[in-house]
């Protein structure tokens, strides 16, 4: 396994080193980061009340569909899978173990090493931050998931989304915060937890929603495959009539 190991630093040198330049040292951070992070995380709230009305306003309702199963897949898999999966495997970052990481962008120092130990109230240690374990990579895992989940409703996106979910994971490698078996572990991760989920939900929709909602069952019989794509209940309901 050690072969594997060299293969996935020289893999990461490469892209992080040969391929360094000052273009993408502009462009990769901005990728990477999450431009609704800090100060202004309630941009994030009125971007998701501005879509939802909007969807509900214009009867779109495949696209509010699609946007709640990404809010669930993506919500769950960044916060249950990803986050417990880094914490038992805790792989050190490669700026914390590496020497000479180009890291563009970047302000903050790194932690000395992703094992760090802190004191807490009580002297109990307790392992640093999560930010210092490298696998899998969240971003890569969130990119794919979101990927499938809108593949599913709308086939076309793909020709937009998978190209950025790749960019996003290659600026992971090149900022210095994943090796590229991070980022493959994580798009693997992701997808296949999205199509899980996927699977799941509509399973449990299907089983619930006879006993429970039969009016709304008729209308929407499967939630991978709305029919209220653009047009609304009551237009249905007077169709069917």
């Given at each position: 396994?050690?072969?594997?190991q060299q293969l ?14 000052p273009?993408f ?5 901005f ?8 100060p ?22 495949r696209?509010l569909?699609?946007?709640?199963m ?5 919500g769950t898999?960044?916060?249950l ?7 038992t495997?805790?792989?050190?970052r490669p ?27 009580g002297n109990?240690?307790?392992h ?6 490298s ?21 076309k ?7 950025l979910?790749c960019l996003v994971?290659?600026s ?15 798009a693997?991760?992701?997808a296949?937890?999205?199509v899980?989920m ?12 006879p ?10 019989p499967?939630l991978t ?10 237009d249905?309901?007077i169709?069917?009539?």
């Open positions: 396994m050690e072969w594997l996935d630093v020289g893999l990461f040198r490469f892209i992080n080193g040969t391929l360094s330049n273009f040292d502009e462009v990769m951070p990728v990477s980061h999450n431009p609704f992070s800090g202004y995380k309630w941009l994030l709230v009125v971007a998701i009340v501005t879509f939802a009305a909007v969807t509900i306003w214009k009867r779109f309702y696209l569909i699609c946007g709640l990404a809010g669930i897949i993506i898999g960044d916060g899978l990803c986050r417990n999966l880094k914490h495997i805790q792989r050190p700026y914390s173990v590496l020497p000479d990481v180009k890291r563009p962008g970047e302000t903050r120092k790194p932690a000395a090493t992703a094992n760090a130990i802190v004191e807490t109230k109990s240690p307790k640093a931050s999560m930010n210092t374990n696998m899998p990579s969240a971003h890569a895992a969130n990119w794919f998931a979101g990927t499938i989940v809108a593949l599913v409703y709308f086939r996106s793909i020709r937009v989304i998978l190209p979910a994971s290659f992971r490698i090149y900022n210095g915060d994943h090796y590229p078996s991070d980022v493959l572990a994580g693997i991760v992701g296949g937890h999205a899980a996927l699977w799941l939900l509509n399973s449990l929709w299907q089983w619930a929603a006993k429970w909602f039969p009016g709304v069952c008729k209308l929407l499967s495959s709305p029919i209220l794509s653009e047009k609304s209940s009551v249905v309901a169709q069917t009539k």
